[in-house]
């Protein structure tokens, strides 16, 4: 079975703090894929990553970053110098190989206050 | 732009009142997917088409159905909308099968049941 967990439920900082927020994930699939959405207050699911389980290299979209460890199994997603437009839920999302279905993570609420 | 778009936005029917959600996408994809996600959850896959081949989850209720008529479109129809089926109706599409294998997602549809 696969299982997504997201310990962090909700997250408050101060802006222009830098904030992690963590995903563990479950699975028996050689080939998986991760992924990481955002759901604003309007609540549109808009897709920010997909990681493949083969490739592990980091990466970095301006100030969004994501930190793959296969021998951890976490998928953890950083924001550096936070904005209150980063405010909404985050979710983390695992789908195995076929890859037509996504189990998501339970989300995690994060807000930016001024 | 390509997207995937969602009517209405806001639908209110009555209790026992069939009721019907429709999804487009410009996105040409093969797969379309039907969620349902209620306040503070994680969104719930009620089923996915693949091509025309549908895929009910085990347990989406019978109360739930789904039409595919062409590759662009896609219907859900609660036959008797209860109270407890008062959510936010999310469609979403991906390639996958053709190696894209992230899923996009509309704006939704928020039902409310009175």
């Known amino acids: 079975a696969q299982k997504v967990t997201q310990a962090q439920t909700e997250i408050s900082v101060v802006e222009k703090e830098d904030v992690t927020l963590d995903c563990v994930y479950e699975?028996?699939?050689?080939?998986?894929?991760l992924f990481w959405y955002k759901q604003p207050p309007s609540g549109e699911l808009v897709f920010l990553i997909r990681?493949?389980?083969?490739?592990?290299q980091n990466e970095i979209s301006g100030r969004y970053s994501w930190n793959f460890q296969k021998s951890t199994s976490s998928f953890n997603f950083t924001i550096t110098a936070s904005q209150v437009v980063d405010s909404a839920v985050y979710f983390c999302?695992?789908?195995?190989?076929?890859?037509?279905?996504?189990?998501f993570g339970q989300g995690t609420r994060l807000t930016i206050n001024p | 732009d390509a997207m995937v778009i969602q009517n209405p936005r806001y639908q209110v029917t009555q209790f026992g009142k069939p009721v019907t959600l429709s999804c487009s996408q410009t996105?040409?994809?093969?797969?379309m997917y039907w969620y349902q996600q209620k306040s503070s959850q994680a969104p719930k896959l009620l089923f996915h088409?693949?091509?025309?081949?549908?895929?009910n989850e085990a347990d989406t209720p019978d109360n739930f159905q789904s039409r595919r008529p062409n590759t662009s479109f896609c219907f859900l129809d609660i036959r008797s909308p209860g109270l407890g089926d008062a959510a936010m109706y999310l469609c979403?599409?991906?390639?996958?099968?053709?190696?894209?294998?992230?899923?996009?997602f509309g704006p939704g549809t928020r039902l409310t049941v009175t």
């Open positions: 996105l040409n994809h093969n797969v």
């Open positions: 990681r493949n389980s083969f490739d592990e």
């Open positions: 979403a599409t991906s390639g996958a099968g053709t190696g894209s294998y992230e899923q996009y």
């Open positions: 699975t028996r699939d050689t080939t998986y894929y």
């Open positions: 999302a695992l789908s195995g190989q076929g890859a037509q279905k996504l189990v």
């Open positions: 088409y693949y091509d025309k081949d549908f895929n």
